[in-house]
C-alpha cells in the first residue's frame, strides 16, 4: 500500500464508468474506486455555511452519480481537478451547491468543460478544469464564490491550508454524507521530490501539504475540491500515496503558478 497513488476518485455505479482503465494514468497500481459512503482524514464536520464555495461534482444519469470536489469561483464558472473529467465528452456534468450533504444540494448543470492544454495524466501535471455552468448559479448564505489568489505568489512552508471535501475518513471506506475539513501544513516542494513514487513528478505546478507523522489528509473523493489559505483558494486536490501515512502528503495543483493561474484567466477573466 506503501507504494501506492491514491488519486481520490469516487464510485461511479455505472456500466460505462466500469470498464475506465485506470492504469493509464501510469502508476504502479491505483486503488479501486469506491462507493459514496468514505472523505477527509482527521478532520471534523464542517456545515456549508462556513464553505459555502463547495459543490459536489458529478454526472447526468440518475441517480446522481457523485464523482469529486469541485468549488464555485462565480456566478459561471467552477473549478475542479481535470483528472475528475474523464468522461465529459460522454456524458453531460452535473454539480450539487448549497448543502452540508452534498448529495442532497441545489443541482447545477454545466454546458462546457475545459481542461487545462497542458494536463498531463501521466505526471497529473496542470491538474485543473474549467466548468462553466448552463444558467448562473444563484448565491447565498450557502452558496458563495471563493477569491482566487494572485499570480505568482508561492506558499510558505509550514503556513496552514484548509481541505474541504465529501471524500473518504478512513482508508479502504467509502465516501462521507456530510461535508467535513481538516488543516494540513505546507511542506518543501524540494524535500516532497525526494519522497519516491509518486512525488517525483512534483513540479512548480503543484505543492505538497501534509504531516510527516501522517494521521490527516485529503483522501479518496476529495479530488477537485479547493485547499484554501486566508480565504483565498491556492489549491486543487490532486494526488498522494495513500491517505494520512506517515511521510505521504497530499499533493495539490497550486492555483498560483502562472501556468494554472494564466489559464484560469484567459477563460474566466477572474
Same mark, same amino acid.
Given at each position: 500500500?506503501?507504494?501506492?497513488?491514491?488519486?481520490?476518485?469516487?464510485?461511479?455505479?455505472?456500466?460505462?464508468?466500469?470498464?475506465?482503465?485506470?492504469?493509464?494514468?501510469?502508476?504502479?497500481?491505483?486503488?479501486?474506486?469506491?462507493?459514496?459512503?468514505?472523505?477527509?482524514?482527521?478532520?471534523?464536520?464542517?456545515?456549508?455555511?462556513?464553505?459555502?464555495?463547495?459543490?459536489?461534482?458529478?454526472?447526468?444519469?440518475?441517480?446522481?452519480?457523485?464523482?469529486?470536489?469541485?468549488?464555485?469561483?462565480?456566478?459561471?464558472?467552477?473549478?475542479?481537478?481535470?483528472?475528475?473529467?474523464?468522461?465529459?465528452?460522454?456524458?453531460?456534468?452535473?454539480?450539487?451547491?448549497?448543502?452540508?450533504?452534498?448529495?442532497?444540494?441545489?443541482?447545477?448543470?454545466?454546458?462546457?468543460?475545459?481542461?487545462?492544454?497542458?494536463?498531463?495524466?501521466?505526471?497529473?501535471?496542470?491538474?485543473?478544469?474549467?466548468?462553466?455552468?448552463?444558467?448562473?448559479?444563484?448565491?447565498?448564505?450557502?452558496?458563495?464564490?471563493?477569491?482566487?489568489?494572485?499570480?505568482?505568489?508561492?506558499?510558505?512552508?509550514?503556513?496552514?491550508?484548509? +481541505?474541504?471535501?465529501? %471524500?473518504? #475518513?478512513?482508508?479502504?471506506? !467509502?465516501?462521507?454524507?456530510?461535508?467535513?475539513?481538516? &488543516?494540513? *501544513?505546507?511542506?518543501?516542494?524540494?524535500?516532497?521530490?525526494?519522497?519516491?513514487?509518486?512525488?517525483?513528478?512534483?513540479?512548480?505546478?503543484?505543492?505538497?501539504?501534509?504531516?510527516?507523522?501522517?494521521?490527516?489528509?485529503?483522501?479518496?473523493?476529495?479530488?477537485?475540491?479547493? +485547499?484554501?489559505?486566508? %480565504?483565498? #483558494?491556492?489549491?486543487?486536490? !490532486?494526488?498522494?500515496?495513500?491517505?494520512?501515512?506517515? &511521510?505521504? *502528503?497530499?499533493?495539490?495543483?497550486?492555483?498560483?503558478?502562472?501556468?494554472?493561474?494564466?489559464?484560469?484567466?484567459?477563460?474566466?477573466?477572474?
Amino acid at each position: 500500500m506503501g507504494s501506492t497513488i491514491n488519486l481520490y476518485f469516487l464510485t461511479i455505479l455505472i456500466g460505462a464508468v466500469a470498464s475506465f482503465d485506470v492504469s493509464r494514468l501510469n502508476v504502479e497500481k491505483v486503488h479501486d474506486p469506491i462507493s459514496y459512503e468514505d472523505t477527509i482524514i482527521g478532520g471534523e464536520e464542517v456545515s456549508i455555511e462556513q464553505y459555502p464555495y463547495m459543490a459536489l461534482f458529478g454526472y447526468v444519469v440518475p441517480p446522481f452519480t457523485e464523482f469529486c470536489g469541485a468549488f464555485i469561483i462565480s456566478k459561471n464558472y467552477v473549478l475542479t481537478a481535470a483528472h475528475c473529467t474523464f468522461l465529459a465528452d460522454k456524458m453531460k456534468v452535473e454539480l450539487r451547491v448549497g448543502n452540508s450533504y452534498g448529495i442532497n444540494g441545489t443541482s447545477v448543470f454545466v454546458s462546457e468543460v475545459i481542461n487545462h492544454p497542458n494536463y498531463d495524466p501521466k505526471t497529473v501535471n496542470n491538474d485543473v478544469a474549467i466548468l462553466k455552468t448552463v444558467e448562473p448559479i444563484k448565491f447565498s448564505d450557502t452558496v458563495k464564490p471563493v477569491e482566487l489568489p494572485p499570480r505568482g505568489v508561492d506558499l510558505e512552508v509550514g503556513s496552514m491550508v484548509d +481541505v474541504s471535501g465529501w %471524500g473518504s #475518513v478512513e482508508w479502504g471506506r !467509502s465516501g462521507s454524507a456530510v461535508l467535513r475539513a481538516v &488543516k494540513v *501544513p505546507v511542506t518543501n516542494r524540494e524535500e516532497c521530490k525526494k519522497l519516491g513514487k509518486p512525488y517525483d513528478t512534483v513540479n512548480e505546478n503543484m505543492f505538497c501539504a501534509g504531516y510527516d507523522e501522517g494521521g490527516k489528509d485529503s483522501c479518496k473523493g476529495d479530488s477537485g475540491g479547493p +485547499v484554501v489559505q486566508n %480565504g483565498k #483558494v491556492v489549491g486543487i486536490v !490532486s494526488f498522494g500515496r495513500g491517505c494520512a501515512l506517515p &511521510k505521504s *502528503p497530499g499533493v495539490y495543483a497550486f492555483i498560483s503558478a502562472p501556468s494554472i493561474r494564466d489559464f484560469i484567466k484567459k477563460h474566466t477573466g477572474l
